[in-house]
């Protein structure tokens, strides 16, 4: 067990050793990571980090007290609304992440078919394919999941999910698109069995938002996702994904401002006063808030649009190189920025593959179905796309010439 130390410690001491104790992390200026970063270059870093720093104290419940950030909220929900088919009666909310716009998306859904549709007993049917942060949503909100097969074209069933609906459906789900494989879910077709049905349908675009309309601009098919969709309700982007800025900055976006209205919590039940909140925090830091503003601000849409093509002509590059070594495939479909591959020889171990990258640096993110290897790309690996691919090709090699370790399916590499 740590103690708070007796006397207290120099800022340069305590930097030299935080700076020491990241030694051994990956280091992912580099582009050895495909997950938990989004970087472009030093100059949108010393944005975020300047921006944040402005509003390093200030708590963003407060916006009684800070005006200021209320305008910054206001303004980062008005250009997502612009960019994602939003209409003079939408609205949002600014959130922590994905998790938690998702927990408000499902709140809201079960709280509005409670109210006006007396249902007791919730249920929300989902692809398997969908983030198990629904699961956690919905176990923390009382709700059942029920999870339907994708079909062989790697997206939702549209059939099979409108079977497993009843009268105590609160809400459907599609991605735009999903983690697993990358492609995105019949969202027209899925909300369309939404309006007939009269549930709440949520498109989760956490990866997509701010990244698949820059895409489809580019020319490549992106199919439609965003609230202007009949039928969509809501829909969630992380601004702390493709949208670049730091991390803490998610958006919850719905086609109509009043179902915000069913996220909300508010009490009178203690001696101070009325309470209202529409996220799941109290305290809520101003400068995730501020970093986003400035982020999107110092893009705009030239910047956003530079950093699709760098990830497209990524991907174009890893895709072929490693579809033309022997032994290797790379799973389609794969609509944006993720993407699996895998061994089409039995005799080639990928867990043994893996192992070799990991070896050189590379962190591997590990596919359990089918058995693979995971990418999901930003702006960065486009430096890195050729020399990954040739270490994919020494790592085949190494795993085909010996008896070397193995990263299994089922290893919780991220």
């Known amino acids: ?33 495909a997950v938990y970063f989004y970087w472009l270059d030093e100059e949108l870093e010393r944005v975020q980090q300047e921006a944040y720093l402005a509003f390093w104290t ?18 980062v929900i008005g250009m997502a609304l612009s960019l994602l088919g939003g209409g003079d009666a939408s609205g949002g909310t ?20 409670r109210a ?11 692809p398997n394919s969908a983030h198990l942060t629904f699961d956690r949503a919905a176990e923390a909100l009382g709700i059942e999941a029920r999870r339907v097969p994708i079909g062989a074209d790697l997206r939702a069933d549209v059939a099979a999910m ?3 609906m009843d009268a105590e459906t609160v809400a459907i789900v599609g991605s735009a698109p999903n983690y697993p494989f990358g492609t995105f879910d019949p969202i027209e077709s899925l909300a369309a069995l939404a309006a007939e049905r009269g549930v709440w349908m949520h498109v989760d675009a956490c990866v997509g938002g701010f990244l698949a309309p820059y895409v489809r601009r580019l020319g490549h098919d992106v199919p439609a996702f965003e609230l202007s969709v009949p039928g969509v309700t809501s829909l969630s982007a992380d601004i702390h994904k493709h949208g670049m800025a730091p991390k803490g900055a998610s958006l919850l976006l ?46 705009g849409d030239e910047g956003y649009l530079r950093c699709a093509r760098l990830i497209m002509e990524a991907k174009a590059i890893m895709t072929a190189g490693i579809g033309a070594i022997p ?45 693979g290897i995971h990418l999901h790309l930003n702006p960065i690996h486009r430096e890195v796309a050729e020399d990954y691919v040739a270490a994919v090709a020494r790592a085949v090699a190494a795993a085909r010439g010996g008896r070397g370790p193995r990263i299994g399916a089922n290893e919780r590499t991220y």
């Not at 930097?15 to 020491?20: G, N, W, Y």
């Not at 006006?116 to 989902?126: A, S």
């Not at 080639?348 to 359990?368: F, H, M, P």
């Open 1 to 33: 067990m740590t103690a708070i130390p007796t006397t207290g410690r120099a800022r340069t001491d305590l930097m030299a050793e935080l700076s020491a104790r990241k030694e051994g992390d990956r280091d992912w200026r580099r582009g050895r990571l």
């Open 58 to 75: 200030e708590n963003n419940l407060g916006q009684r007290a800070y005006p200021s950030l209320k305008s910054i909220e206001d303004e």
């Open 162 to 164: 409108a079977a497993r």
């Open 116 to 126: 006006q549709r007396g249902v007791t007993q919730p249920n929300i049917v989902l």
């Open 254 to 299: 719905v086609t109509d401002a009043a179902d915000r209205e069913w996220h909300k919590f508010e009490s009178r039940a203690w001696q101070r006063g009325p309470y209202a909140a529409y996220t799941t925090q109290g305290t809520r830091p101003g400068g995730s808030v501020a970093a986003a503003w400035a982020s999107m601000n110092h893009l």
């Open 94 to 113: 600014f959130t922590s992440g994905g998790s938690e716009s998702i927990f408000l998306a499902m709140m809201a859904a079960r709280n509005k078919a």
């Open 327 to 371: 032994g290797l495939d790379i799973l389609t479909p794969s609509d944006l920025c993720i993407f699996v591959w895998r061994a089409t020889d039995p005799t080639l171990d990928i867990g043994k593959v893996a192992a070799a990258l990991d070896a050189e640096g590379w962190l591997v993110g590990r596919q359990q179905e089918p058995d």
